[in-house]
């Protein structure tokens, strides 16, 4: 389906989609601020402000993106065996749960608990994603439907669990985890963004190098001539489905322990969603998740500025994000621009 | 007792109506080969459609009819993105209810500079219902699905333009062949979709409730769509599934009043979605065409 | 009279073969014209032309006095011209009646009158001999049925001329005559019928007039009073060759290779076996066909020993990794299109991608081989599969089975179906050259009659017997396969 470029000019031709995309999303953004009777230029210097204005603002962008390049990931993958992974929110959420719960461990030194409460979020997360699988592999169920479902059902059990573990009727967030489990980091940047781009290269040499990385991909571009060239389609989906889980999960795992230090129900902040968007945009390139994630990111701390300056919702910058989905996964539209300019171009020579 | 039983079947109706109407919308989009998996968007953009117009119109039936056009332009966009910019349709199904959460909350903030809900507004006209003792009130959107139900039953089947949408979806290569532009009956049928869409979206904000919540679909779109698959793409047998659905969380509802936690049957129509599919995925057949060209 | 329908000067390109080469053809009204020829020869081509399906490269075409557009169905039909295709393109989902008018239903406000419909949709079946109500879901249909229904749509809209794609190409003794009596009435009612058919016995029943295509030429014209079978035929074919010899002895020597051992297959939610008891075993340095019409039992054959699907009793005596396959579909099973030659090599060859690093140069050696050796033209190992052309894409995937190692069996389903001439008689020889036992599954009985040295003839997923080359004419075989006796 989705491949990354091979040459220079797909390349070419992806940036430039991707840009046409952007101008896009950024003219329909500007619509609704003027019909809120605000300028687009005010709203856009506020979500630039607000991004990159001070350090500490920077520092949340790049803590912003950083779930975001884990989310992003995590959905490229199972895309490239053919699967949306629409579980990600929930995923991102049995992540935070999990390490909230390892994080209040009394362990003492960090060394143990951080790697611990990593790998057991993932795999929780990733058990989550192979639910998704067998269902899909067992009965046929769409991963798209029964990925929404478990979002809803993790999402109000989480909400649950963490009540009774507070022990109040009331709580809005969980115990928090032991100081052993904080990460460390930099000027408010934690250890979790270089996990992230970790994970990013590691991800490329797999899908570069590994003949697992071939078998998801012949799977996601036609799995039924996979099936008659012999590679167990089933074996492949749950292993692109736990994967991406697992990914997801780490997403959730960073934010508890680097940021909220607890469990909070709306820990993703959209992760998941946002997630989607991110790999769609990067066409399912590793590589490329990252300056989209950061360009989220961007968007989604500069949008409290909307707030603070224009008294204008943050969602405005949602509107943004997903109308540049939906026009880079309009396939006729460059096509169709070309076309339009064409003709604009002939009839101003005609004119002339 | 009496009381007890029509309140769950009053309960079983009012739940069930919502997943009706998107159920339906979903129907006709696939039905016609369109796969449409933004019906909780419609119905997102109809409950805010329903709420804007009857707070400045101060009228709920003019709300009913801003909720019908909000949906059903968004239904067009879709239509747009998919039939004409070729999108891919799980893609731009999932990303439409993305774009309908922003906007929506985006607006909800700008109108009445609060976030997430929108103040009270006048309800649309309901059915008082006594019986003996009992009294409810039902909205009148609720007897409106079940003839939305015969009326969608009938376009399919006796009318030139069902018929055209059905070979739509089964296979659009004949349709062309004797005539018809596939592409256009696709439009229409993501029309009646936005339409009917935008009335269960109403239900929710001033039928039901009497204001707009930013969460007030609740995955009902995909629930929705999961009674679709259990009624296998016909009008009376997705109307049963939905009143299954409908009727289970009544009752999951009820068992809370005997030490169920609530959470249970809060979560109660997403685990019964789940078992629904994977028990009927195998009975039944969707639209030959569905999602092709 | 002036001709119903008149083609004049018709030339047709596919890539670098002509399919027709400057053709003329025309057909009086009221009566029924044969259009026969091989496989191959350019009938469906010139008759999707006349029905506007099919664009030409030059030529002219005209109905009822006037020009039509080319390559425009809608403008065909309107002229009166419409086609039956081999496979009829009905709507499964949809009713008789709904069928038979779509598009056009008698209507009022938009609100389909039924009485009119059923009533239109019952006169023309019973004038059609087809007992079936116009309310009845097409799905339920049988093929000959389905054809009935087709012929209906065409004449619901005002059809005068009437053209027909092989349409006995899978229906019984019984019901092939059925339609030529209803054919007879049409033409007698004053329609042109053009009937396209390879099958000699058939044209001398029903046509009036024949027309020879050989190799995309118009050979010659004929009135069937006028003429012999034996004419025709040689018309049809040029000069016949000798059929070559069974390799004598062959079946003492060796040891049979089992395959199937009483498989039987029920697909899920269906009650009728697609295979029953079926047992199949090879020998080495053999072919063995398996003949049959299609849908009776070869995709079970093909996806058991793929290990696609599992019996759902007997045993598959072979392991998938055991068995180089070449699938019945080029696109849709044998190989990604999206992916490069080399990829595709890769796929297939499990020996290749098991490693946990990707051998990406073992692959590109493998396709490069593969290109070379099957003369795989304009490719290297970094072009897309899905560029090829059918003969070329068929090509690579027999060589990428040929390169396999430790396959003692090779099984080829429908290996030249619909390509060019030369890539046809090339892997005809490439076939015959293959060292272990060939498994060679077809729906073209003169490849069958060509290649195999023993041939078992599939009927609705049973055997029907198996027999040595030279045992049984070819007549016998075409009756066994549509379900009557040898």
């Known amino acids: 389906m989705m491949r990354g470029g091979k040459n220079r000019e797909d390349w070419k031709h992806a940036a430039l989609e991707v840009s046409i995309a952007f101008i896009i999303a950024l003219l329909v953004g500007g619509v609704f601020v003027l019909a809120a009777g605000r ?314 | 007792m009496t009381a007890v039983i029509l309140g769950l079947i009053l309960g079983a109706l009012a739940g069930a109506t919502p997943l009706i109407f998107a159920a339906l919308g979903g129907l006709c989009s696939e039905r016609a080969g369109v796969i449409n998996l933004a019906l909780e968007g419609f119905m997102l953009v109809g409950a805010f459609g329903a709420v804007l117009v009857t707070y400045v119109t101060g009228s709920p039936l003019a709300g009913l009819i801003g909720a019908v056009i909000a949906a059903a332009v968004f239904a067009l966009v879709y239509a747009f993105l998919c039939l004409d910019l070729r999108a891919d349709q799980i893609v731009a199904g999932i990303v439409m209810n993305l774009l309908a959460a922003g906007i929506c909350a985006f607006l909800v903030k700008r109108i009445w500079n609060i976030s997430q809900n929108s103040p009270p507004v006048e309800k649309l006209f309901s059915i008082p219902i006594a019986f003996g003792d009992f009294r409810r009130e039902i909205s009148i959107l609720v007897p409106v699905a079940f003839v939305a139900v015969i009326v969608v039953w009938f376009i399919l089947r006796r009318t030139v333009f069902g018929l055209n949408l059905r070979a739509a979806g089964e296979d659009p290569s004949a349709l062309v062949a004797t005539g018809v532009s596939p592409r256009r009956v696709r439009y229409f049928a993501l029309l009646c979709s936005g339409i009917l869409c935008g009335l269960g979206g109403a239900f929710l904000s001033i039928g039901y409730l009497n204001q707009f919540m930013t969460t007030i679909t609740h995955g009902r779109g995909f629930i929705a769509i999961a009674a679709l698959i259990m009624g296998n793409w016909r009008p009376v047998r997705t109307a049963a599934a939905c009143l299954l659905i409908g009727a289970a969380y009544e009752a999951g509802y009820a068992l809370t009043g005997f030490g169920v936690p609530e959470e249970v049957w809060r979560m109660l129509p997403y685990v019964l979605t789940i078992v629904v599919l994977c028990v009927f995925n195998i009975a039944v057949r969707p639209p030959r065409a569905l999602g092709r060209f | 009279m002036p001709p119903a329908l008149e083609l004049r000067g018709i030339t047709k390109r596919f890539g670098n073969i002509l399919a027709l080469d400057n053709v003329d ?76 008018a779509l598009g056009v239903p008698p209507s009022r406000c938009g609100i389909i009158s039924r009485d009119k419909l059923s009533e239109k949709v019952s006169q023309l079946f019973d004038r059609l001999r087809l007992d079936r109500g116009p309310d009845e879901l097409l799905a339920s249909l049988t093929l000959p049925e389905r054809q009935k229904v087709e012929i209906a749509r065409l004449l619901y809209r005002g059809v005068k001329i009437l053209l027909l794609d092989e349409p006995t190409a899978l229906l019984l003794p019984q019901e092939t005559e059925e339609l030529f009596t209803v054919l007879r009435e049409e033409a007698s009612r004053g329609a042109a019928i053009v009937f396209v058919t390879h099958r000699l016995e058939e044209v001398f029943k029903i046509a009036e007039r024949i027309v020879v295509l050989r190799a995309g030429c118009k050979v010659g014209q004929r009135k069937v009073s006028e003429t012999t079978p034996d004419e025709i035929a040689v018309m049809m074919v040029g000069e016949v060759e000798a059929e070559p010899r069974l390799k004598a002895g062959l079946f003492e020597e060796e040891m049979p290779i089992p395959l199937l051992e009483n498989a039987t297959v029920i697909r899920r939610g269906e009650r009728v076996a697609r295979l029953k008891d079926f047992t199949l075993e090879v020998f080495p340095g053999a072919i063995h066909g398996v003949a049959g019409v299609a849908g009776n039992g070869q995709d079970e054959i093909f996806d058991l020993l793929a290990g696609v699907i599992s019996p759902s009793r007997g045993r598959v005596m072979v392991k998938p990794g055991e068995i180089a396959r070449v699938p019945g579909d080029r696109f849709r099973q044998g190989g990604i299109p999206d992916f490069t030659l080399s990829e595709n090599v890769e796929l297939a060859h499990g020996d290749i991608r098991s490693g946990f690093i990707l051998n990406r140069a073992g692959a590109a050696l493998v396709a490069k081989k593969v290109i070379g050796d099957l003369d795989v033209k304009n490719a290297g190992p970094e072009t897309l599969y899905g560029s090829l052309s059918g003969g070329n894409a068929q090509k690579f995937l027999v060589g990428r089975e040929l390169a396999k190692h430790g396959t003692p069996v090779t099984c080829l389903f429908n290996p030249t179906r619909g390509i060019d001439f030369a890539s046809r008689a090339y892997l005809h020889s490439r076939i015959r050259a293959i060292s272990g036992a060939v498994l060679l599954i077809s729906y073209d009985l003169e490849e069958l009659l060509e290649l195999s040295d023993t041939i078992t003839v599939l009927y609705r997923g049973e055997s029907r017997g198996t027999f040595a080359r030279g045992e049984i004419p070819r007549q016998s075989l075409a009756s066994l396969m549509t379900g009557g006796g040898a």
Request: hydrophobic share 55%; with cysteine.
């Open chain 1, 39 to 352: 300028s687009p230029f005010a709203a856009y210097g506020a979500i630039l402000r607000g991004a990159f204005g001070s350090w500490i603002s920077f520092s949340r962008t790049i803590l912003a993106a950083t779930p975001l390049v884990f989310t992003g990931l995590a959905f490229a993958f199972a895309m490239r065996g053919g699967l949306f992974n629409i579980g990600i929110e929930g995923q991102v959420l049995a992540g935070a749960f999990v390490a909230a719960w390892v994080g209040s461990w009394p362990v003492g030194s960090g060394l143990l608990l951080i790697p611990l409460a990593f790998i057991l979020a993932a795999a929780a997360a990733g058990a989550v994603g192979l639910v998704m699988a067998l269902l899909r592999v067992r009965f046929g169920a769409s991963e798209v439907i029964t990925g929404i479902m478990l979002f809803h059902i993790l999402n109000i059990l989480f909400e649950w669990l963490m009540r009774v573990w507070a022990g109040t009727p009331g709580a809005y967030k969980s115990p928090p985890i032991a100081a052993a489990a904080h990460l460390p980091g930099v000027g408010g940047i934690h250890i979790g963004c270089a996990i992230a781009l970790a994970m990013v290269i590691l991800v490329f040499l797999y899908e570069r190098y590994t003949s697992a990385a071939f078998k998801v991909r012949a799977v996601g571009a036609d799995s039924n001539v996979s099936r008659y060239q012999g590679i167990n389609v089933g074996k492949v989906m749950l292993f692109a489905l736990g994967v991406s889980g697992a990914m997801a999960g780490l997403a959730g795992a960073s934010r508890v322990l680097g940021e909220s230090f607890a469990y909070l129900p709306d820990i993703s902040g959209g992760a998941g969603w946002l997630g989607i968007a991110v790999a769609l945009v990067a066409r399912n390139n590793p590589l490329a998740v990252v300056p989209v994630a950061l360009l989220f990111g961007v968007l989604k701390v500069g949008g409290f500025w909307l707030e603070q300056e224009l008294a204008l919702s943050s969602d405005l910058t949602l509107i943004i994000t997903m109308t540049l989905v939906l026009t880079i996964s309009a396939r006729r539209l460059t096509p169709m621009l070309a076309r339009i300019l064409k003709t604009l171009r002939s009839q101003e020579r005609g004119a002339a």
């Open chain 3, 25 to 100: 053809f025309s057909v009086p009204a009221g009566s029924v014209t044969a259009l026969v020829g091989e496989n191959g020869a350019g009938k469906t081509t010139l008759v999707g032309i006349a029905a506007g399906a099919v664009r030409p490269d030059s030529g002219e075409i005209n109905a009822g006095g006037e020009t039509l557009a080319l390559s425009r169905p809608l403008d065909a039909l309107s002229r009166g011209v419409g086609l039956v295709y081999q496979h009829t393109r009905l709507v499964d989902d949809l009713s008789c009646a709904e069928n038979v």
